[in-house]
C-alpha cells in the first residue's frame, strides 16, 4: 500500500526506464557500502596513532551514520524501499584496509599513513558515485534527492581534503624517520 502511495506521487514520469533502474541500482551499492564502512571505521579509529587522524575519523563516522539516514531519506523520496545490495568495490576497500592495519606495526605512524591511504581510496570511491548519483537524479528530475545527494557529496570531499591536510601536514614527514 505504501508503495503504490508514494508511486502516485511520483511525478517524474521515468520509473519505468532503464536509467531511472541503474540509478536504483547505484543507491542500493552505496546504501550497502555506507552501512559497511560504518562498522569498519572504528577499527581505522582504533588503529590510528596520530590525535587528529582519530578526530578527523571519529568526526566522518559520525558523517558517515549521517549518510546512511540520508539516503533513507533519498529512497522515501522517490517512493522506493530503502534496500542494500552488497557493494563489490567497498567490500574489497574494506578488506584491504584491514590487511593494512594487520600489516603495519602498532602506535606508528607508517600505519597512519596506511590508514588515510585506505581512507582516501574510500572517499574517493563514494566522491565518484555520490558524484554520479547526484547528475543521474537531476536527469530524472528527482530534485530532493538531488539536493540530499549532493549535500552528502560536499561531506566527502570535505573529509577527502582533510585527510590529505594531516597526510602532508604531519603524518607523512613523521613516518619518514621510522625504521622498519
Ligand atoms: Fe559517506
Redesign the pocket.
Known amino acids: 500500500m505504501k508503495t503504490a502511495t508514494s508511486k502516485s506521487t511520483r511525478t517524474t514520469g521515468v520509473e519505468d526506464s532503464a536509467l531511472n533502474e541503474l540509478f536504483l541500482d547505484e543507491l542500493k551499492d552505496i546504501f550497502w557500502a555506507?552501512k559497511h564502512?560504518a562498522k569498519a571505521l572504528p577499527k581505522m579509529i582504533k588503529g590510528a596513532t596520530s590525535e587528529e587522524l582519530k578526530t578527523a575519523i571519529e568526526n566522518h563516522l559520525q558523517?558517515?551514520e549521517n549518510?546512511v539516514s540520508r539516503l533513507e531519506n533519498v529512497f522515501e523520496s522517490i517512493g522506493e524501499k530503502a534496500v542494500a545490495v552488497k557493494c563489490e568495490a567497498m567490500a574489497g576497500l574494506l578488506k584491504e584496509a584491514e590487511e593494512l592495519l594487520t600489516e603495519t606495526e602498532k602506535g606508528t605512524l607508517t600505519r597512519d599513513v596506511a590508514i588515510i591511504s585506505a581512507a582516501q581510496k574510500v572517499e574517493h570511491y563514494?566522491i565518484a558515485s555520490y558524484g554520479t548519483m547526484k547528475t543521474l537524479a537531476t536527469v530524472l528530475g528527482y530534485t530532493e534527492a538531488a539536493d540530499l545527494l549532493d549535500a552528502?557529496l560536499q561531506e566527502?570531499k570535505n573529509a577527502d581534503s582533510l585527510l590529505t591536510q594531516i597526510a602532508e601536514g604531519s603524518v607523512n614527514g613523521q613516518a619518514k624517520s621510522e625504521k622498519k
Open positions: 555506507e564502512l558523517e558517515t549518510h563514494e552528502t566527502e
